[in-house]
């Protein structure tokens, strides 16, 4: 009896569990379908991959529905049309924003809802005639949508790196390394002919600085000594010069108004000359004469001869 009864108790209880997996099952589906929806169509202009029947719709990272299906546009296979339910007490606005999301790390993708102002009005979504909203493109989108432009690039990249360092320019590589340790050898080696270079300079340097000192001392020095001195000579000759200049226009004003007199008085001059002449020859007449007279007085008067004339020749 007692096995048999073990067996009717382990019966039992199956049976009440059964019932109340049925009875979930049926409050589930009650409380589903007494939910009320609101149905959106989101389309896309890129590719949805990741995306599928059934996947989660978040609201700001919060579950308010799921996908329903998924169809192309009819207008353009390019683009994608996919119909959502969400929860009627969720306003979507027509100023929210979808777009998609990564829902798992197996790249299992999610809709999702941002935005929308309170001010904006709220899209009434109907199973039949569902409001279409523009999704924006996703950062992680543009990076599925552009891996194979990046691969290309990244493969582009590595060809070009592996032609670059062929054989050839990793020789040149290796001459110019030994190039460089054999300039830095070099310019270890001079390196107190350098230190004593450094130092002419920083001599040449010192005596430069000195230089332009003295020279801007002269500088001020002659400032000062044109200042003081060479300042007022100037001024003074200035003051001359000012002083003589009305006594140049009289004077310049006495030789205008009397060119006529001075003309002729300079051809009376000229008219002397040939007098002058003449009274030259007379005087050394008058000299050979008296000498004569001195050394033979009698000779001269009584028995002398001629006078010698003189030719001023």
């Not at 009819?74 to 979507?92: F, K, Q, T």
Request: aromatic share 4%.
């Amino acid at each position: 009896m007692e096995p048999k009864a073990h067996h009717v108790i382990i019966g039992l209880f199956t049976l009440l569990a059964v019932t109340a997996a049925l009875l979930f099952a049926l409050w589930l589906g009650k409380s589903s379908a007494d939910q009320e929806w609101s149905y959106y169509q989101i389309g896309f202009d890129h590719p949805v991959g990741g995306l599928s029947k059934g996947n989660a719709v978040l609201y700001s990272g919060v579950p308010v529905g799921d996908v329903l299906e998924l169809t192309l546009a009819p207008d353009n296979p390019a683009h994608v049309r996919v119909l959502v339910r969400v929860r009627s007490d969720i306003p979507v606005r027509e100023n929210t924003r979808a777009e998609l999301v990564l829902a798992n790390i197996t790249g299992s993708m999610s809709v999702q809802f941002t935005g929308g102002s309170p001010d904006s009005p709220v899209l009434e979504g109907g199973r039949e005639n569902p409001p279409l909203i523009s999704a924006e493109p996703s950062a992680f989108s543009n990076l599925l949508n552009n891996g194979e432009a990046m691969l290309s690039k990244a493969e582009r990249l590595l060809t070009s790196m592996n032609q670059l360092l062929n054989e050839e320019n990793l020789g040149n590589v290796a001459t110019i390394l030994d190039n460089t340790r054999l300039a830095t050898e070099s310019l270890l080696a001079s390196r107190d002919d350098m230190m004593a270079l450094m130092e002419q300079f920083d001599a040449a340097a010192i005596r430069a600085e000195e230089a332009a000192v003295k020279v801007s001392a002269t500088s001020d020095h002659a400032r000062v000594v044109l200042g003081e001195q060479i300042t007022p000579v100037l001024e003074s000759m200035d003051k001359a010069i000012s002083t003589l200049q009305p006594t140049l226009d009289r004077l310049n004003r006495v030789t205008g108004n009397n060119e006529g007199a001075l003309d002729s008085g300079l051809q009376g001059l000229g008219e002397l000359t040939p007098a002058l002449r003449e009274l030259r020859s007379t005087l050394r007449n008058l000299n050979s004469f008296t000498r004569r007279l001195e050394q033979d007085p009698r000779g001269t008067i009584w028995g002398g001869g001629r006078i010698q004339e003189y030719s001023n020749d």
